[in-house]
C-alpha cells in the first residue's frame, strides 16, 4: 500500500499523525511528511494510515492500494 | 482499571470516534476481541466531505471509508441497553454481549423535521439522497444557522439552483463573533437569497417563519443541529456522557464523540462537537481504557468550514463581545488571520491548524512565512 500526498491541499489538522504516528509526521511549519520514504507504508502500519489518510478533513492524502 | 490488552473490547457507534477507538487500539497493542456495533448499516466513513464535494460530484463514497482496524463490525444492530455493573451490552434481540473494556461513541441525534419533504443530511444515505436531488431541483430552500447550512446552501449554488438560506440572526456569532457577517456576506455575494428569521415552522415541502414568510423549493434542507439521546446512557446522563479528563466514565468504559460532556473549571459542561474532537478522543478513549496513566485529554477546541469558495478555520474559543485583530490580510478581500484573547481564525487564509492554535493560545507566534 502508498500513501499519496497533495502538498496543496494540506492544510496541516493534523489528524493522520495522530491517528498514524507511525506512518505521518509534522514538519517544522505543521504540513505533513512521511515517517517513511516515498510514502511506503510497512504492513504494521497499513490500517492506521489508511484510516489516518481518509480521515484528513480536505482529502490530502489518497491512500493507493498496490 | 486498565483493561488487559488481550480482553474483549465493544465500540457502540459507527461514527468517527468509534473507527478511531479501533484503530488506536490495535495501534497500541489491544490484540483481544474488537466488536464495533453501529445502528448504521455501512462501516464507518469520513463526514466532511458529505456536505461538500460528495454533494457537487467530486468524491465518490468508495473513497470516504475510514477503516476499523481488524475490528468485527456488526452493522445494522441496536444496542438497547448497556449493563454497566455485569459489564455486556444488551442488543435489540435481548442477546447479551459481554465486554471488559466499553468505548460509548454512538453520537447525537440529528434533528429531522416531522414534515414530509424535508431532507436532512447526517448520513450517507441523506447525502446519496441529497446529492441526486440536487440534480434536478431548480430551487433549494436551507434552513440553519451553522457551518453545515451554509456548507449546504453553497453546494446548492454551486448546482446552479436558485437558493434561500434561512438564517437565525445571532445564532452563528454567539459562539464564533464576526464570522457570522462574513458567511453571510459570502453567501449574498454568491446568489443566496438570504432571510433572517426568529424561528421558522416546516411544512410540507416548504418553510414559514414565524415573521409570515412562506418560503417554497424543490428541495428543502434542515441543518438545525442534533441533540443528546439518552437511550443506553447511565441514567444520571441528562446533557450527555460525562467524562474525565482522560475520557473515562467509569471503570472500564470510556467515551468519545458528539455525545460526550467534560465539566469545565466553572462548573458548567461543555460539548465539542467537531470532526477533529471525534476523531483525537476517540483515539485518547482508547489510550485511557488500556493505561491508567494515559496522558489527559484537553485538546484545544478547533473547528473548520469551507463554503463558497472560502475556507475558514477556528482555533480556541473566540470571546464574541471583543472585535477580532487582523494579524494579517484584511477582512475586506475575505482573506485574513483574526486573533482574538483564547481564540484565533483564518479566513481564506493558509495556515497549519498547529500555528493557528498557537495563536490562539497567545503563544509566542512566529508569523514570518
Known amino acids: ?66 | 482499571m486498565a483493561v488487559p490488552t488481550h480482553g474483549r473490547i465493544v465500540i457502540v457507534g459507527g461514527g468517527p470516534a468509534a473507527a478511531a477507538s479501533a484503530v488506536a487500539l490495535r495501534e497500541i497493542g489491544h490484540d483481544g476481541e474488537l466488536i464495533v456495533i453501529s445502528d448504521e448499516g455501512l462501516a464507518p466513513y469520513s463526514k466532511p466531505p458529505l456536505s461538500k464535494a460528495f454533494l457537487t460530484g467530486g468524491v465518490r463514497s468508495a473513497d470516504l471509508s475510514l477503516g476499523t482496524a481488524d475490528a468485527e463490525l456488526r452493522l445494522g444492530t441496536r444496542v438497547s441497553r448497556v449493563h454497566f455493573d455485569s459489564r455486556s451490552v444488551e442488543l435489540d434481540d435481548k442477546s447479551l454481549v459481554p465486554y471488559d473494556g466499553l468505548v460509548l461513541a454512538m453520537g447525537m441525534r440529528v434533528r429531522r423535521p416531522a414534515a414530509t419533504g424535508v431532507e436532512v443530511l447526517a448520513t450517507m444515505s441523506d447525502a446519496t439522497r441529497v446529492a441526486n436531488a440536487l440534480r434536478t431541483s431548480r430551487s433549494v430552500l436551507v434552513v440553519g444557522s451553522g457551518f453545515l447550512a451554509y456548507e449546504l446552501a453553497s453546494a446548492a449554488r454551486t448546482a446552479g439552483a436558485e437558493t434561500t438560506l434561512v438564517i437565525k440572526p445571532g445564532a452563528l456569532s454567539a459562539r464564533y463573533g464576526v464570522l457570522e457577517a462574513i458567511l453571510t456576506m459570502q453567501a449574498e455575494s454568491a446568489g443566496v437569497h438570504l432571510v433572517r428569521s426568529t424561528n421558522c415552522e416546516f411544512r410540507n415541502g416548504g418553510a414559514t417563519t414565524a415573521e409570515g414568510i412562506r418560503l417554497e423549493a424543490d428541495l428543502v434542507l434542515a441543518a438545525i443541529g442534533s441533540e443528546f439521546e439518552r437511550g443506553i446512557a447511565p441514567s444520571d446522563a441528562s446533557h450527555g456522557l460525562l467524562v474525565d479528563n482522560r475520557c473515562r466514565m467509569r471503570d472500564g468504559v470510556v467515551a468519545a464523540g458528539d455525545a460526550t460532556v467534560t465539566r469545565l473549571p466553572n462548573g458548567l459542561l461543555r460539548r465539542d462537537a467537531t470532526w477533529t474532537n471525534a476523531l483525537l478522543q476517540g483515539a485518547a478513549a482508547a489510550r485511557a481504557l488500556l493505561d491508567d496513566d494515559a496522558s489527559p485529554y484537553s485538546p484545544m477546541p478547533y473547528a473548520w468550514t469551507e463554503s463558497f469558495g472560502l475556507e475558514v478555520k477556528v482555533a480556541g474559543t473566540p470571546p464574541v463581545d471583543v472585535r477580532p485583530t487582523v494579524v494579517d490580510g484584511t477582512l475586506d478581500e475575505a482573506r485574513a488571520l483574526l486573533r482574538w484573547p483564547g481564540g484565533a481564525a483564518a479566513i481564506g487564509y493558509r495556515i497549519p491548524v498547529s500555528r493557528l492554535k498557537a495563536l490562539a493560545a497567545d503563544e509566542p507566534a512566529t508569523l514570518d512565512a
Open chain 1, 1 to 66: 500500500m502508498r500513501i499519496e500526498v497533495i502538498m496543496e491541499r494540506c492544510e496541516g489538522h493534523g489528524i493522520c499523525a495522530e491517528l498514524a504516528p507511525d506512518a505521518y509526521s509534522l514538519d517544522d511549519e505543521g504540513y505533513v511528511v512521511f515517517a517513511h520514504d516515498g510514502g511506503e507504508v510497512p504492513p504494521s502500519a497499513q490500517a492506521a494510515a489508511a484510516a489516518g489518510a481518509r480521515a484528513c478533513p480536505v482529502a490530502a492524502l489518497l491512500v493507493r492500494e498496490a
